[in-house]
């Protein structure tokens, strides 16, 4: 009989597991906490080796052709003359087709929506999983791909095991190709960025929603980073228009009238011409606190944590997707051909734990300009 594994979380780094392991003969069920799903949620993303190794495997190379190119980097100064280039061509695939690409290749039944898990137990032979509507999920193994947010990492981890704020946010937003028009146009086919201390701006395009990456369906995907140090500030950012605190970031759309203002003032305020005019061109910014997590543990018994659920680096490392690609790749690898499924998880923890440690360190080491400095006697994280 086929080993059972519940996957918890099914965004694309549950969804790498799941096809990868329903493909190597093992019985998977995905449950996903959203009643929709995750389509239409993505913009794009840089993608890294294991990403294009992992599409290979299971013949969704077509995802990696669908990307938008920016020629060069462009380095601006406060006025939006261009400071400094540097001819580095990158490609940003589509993450809304990885994400359909990955649902499509995992055969029907596989994926629920609305299941909200709330706990996790194991015992001698299996684990299950109790979800908030009353239901529990038994499986040889249970993997835990929920996120940043994960329910289920204490129960591997430990109840220590929590993000740590950076101490800065990065406000986000997705406009038309159409709004880089007049200083704007600028940033087309270009990756673009403008730096002052504690502040970080950037840019590109992306595919458009449908994935179409021809020019004028397009879509530019900018990200400011900005302090938000302390309780006060970052309540602030991630309150939304209902009085609603949020814990790690806020949709688009949730952001009151009052704050996409400021955020527009601040913007021709502090930034070139360019960004500003993007920035005020979008009409539902949303908002994404920075954090850093590592846990000192992957993996207890028959449950194991696969990627933002265990390890989370800043998004200047661009290593997400392909950490829990990876991630999911090593799971796969061990799980083949080993007879005994605990064995075979405590040697995934062995493979993927100091890699992904280093990555977490990296992505510090990059925001470090952006936070806030320490004060005597407090953690850093």
């Known amino acids: 009989m086929?080993?059972?594994?519940?996957?918890?979380?099914?965004?694309?780094?549950?969804?790498?597991?799941?096809?990868?392991?329903?493909?190597?003969?093992?019985?998977?069920?995905?449950?996903?906490?959203?009643?929709?799903?995750?389509?239409?949620?993505g913009a794009g993303l840089v993608a890294q080796h294991a990403v294009f190794r992992l599409l290979r495997e299971i013949g969704c190379e077509h995802v990696a052709r669908v990307g938008v190119t920016a020629r060069?980097?462009?380095?601006?100064?406060?006025?939006?003359?261009?400071?400094?280039r540097v001819q580095t061509p990158q490609t940003q695939i589509s993450w809304d087709l990885l994400w359909a690409s990955?649902?499509?290749?995992?055969?029907?039944?596989?994926?629920?929506?609305?299941?909200?898990?709330?706990?996790?137990?194991?015992?001698?032979?299996?684990?299950?999983?109790?979800?908030?509507?009353?239901?529990?999920?038994?499986?040889?193994?249970?993997?835990?791909?929920?996120?940043l947010g994960s329910v289920l990492r204490g129960a591997v981890a430990g109840a220590a095991a929590r993000p740590v704020y950076a101490g800065y946010a990065a406000w986000r937003g997705l406009v038309p190709e159409t709004a880089l028009v007049?200083?704007?146009?600028?940033?087309s086919e270009r990756f673009a960025f403008y730096q002052t201390p504690g502040s970080q701006t950037l840019g590109y395009l992306v595919p458009g929603a449908d994935g179409s990456v021809k020019a004028g369906h397009r879509r530019y995907n900018w990200v400011w980073y900005r302090p938000a140090d302390g309780e006060a500030a970052l309540a602030a950012a991630l309150t939304d228009r209902d009085g609603r605190r949020h814990d790690h970031s806020l949709p688009p759309g949730a952001m009151s009238d009052p704050?996409?203002?400021?955020?527009?003032?601040?913007?021709?305020?502090?930034?070139?011409?360019?960004?500003a005019r993007v920035i005020g061109a979008e009409p539902v910014p949303f908002v994404q606190a920075i954090h850093d997590l590592r846990s000192p543990r992957m993996v207890s018994g028959r449950i194991a944590l696969l990627g933002d659920a265990a390890f989370v680096a800043r998004p200047h490392t661009a290593m997400g997707v392909a950490k829990a690609a990876a991630d999911a790749?090593?799971?796969?690898?061990?799980?083949?051909?080993?007879?005994?499924?605990?064995?075979?998880?405590?040697?995934?923890?062995?493979?993927?734990?100091?890699?992904?440690?280093?990555?977490?360190?990296?992505?510090?080491?990059?925001?470090?300009?952006?936070?806030?400095?320490?004060?005597?006697?407090?953690s850093a994280g």
């Open 2 to 41: 086929a080993l059972k594994i519940a996957i918890i979380g099914g965004s694309v780094g549950g969804l790498f597991a799941a096809v990868l392991l329903d493909r190597a003969g093992f019985d998977v069920q995905v449950h996903e906490r959203s009643r929709a799903g995750h389509g239409g949620r």
């Open 72 to 84: 060069e980097r462009i380095f601006l100064d406060r006025d939006g003359s261009v400071a400094h």
């Open 102 to 147: 990955l649902r499509r290749a995992l055969p029907e039944g596989r994926y629920a929506n609305g299941r909200v898990a709330e706990a996790v137990r194991q015992g001698p032979t299996e684990a299950s999983v109790r979800f908030a509507d009353g239901t529990t999920v038994s499986a040889d193994l249970v993997i835990a791909a929920d996120g």
């Open 182 to 187: 007049d200083e704007a146009s600028m940033l």
């Open 259 to 275: 704050a996409v203002d400021r955020l527009r003032r601040d913007a021709a305020r502090l930034l070139p011409p360019a960004f």
């Open 329 to 378: 790749m090593a799971l796969r690898d061990r799980l083949v051909g080993q007879a005994d499924p605990v064995a075979a998880l405590a040697l995934y923890e062995q493979d993927r734990f100091e890699e992904n440690d280093a990555i977490v360190s990296r992505g510090i080491r990059l925001g470090q300009s952006l936070q806030p400095a320490v004060p005597e006697g407090r």
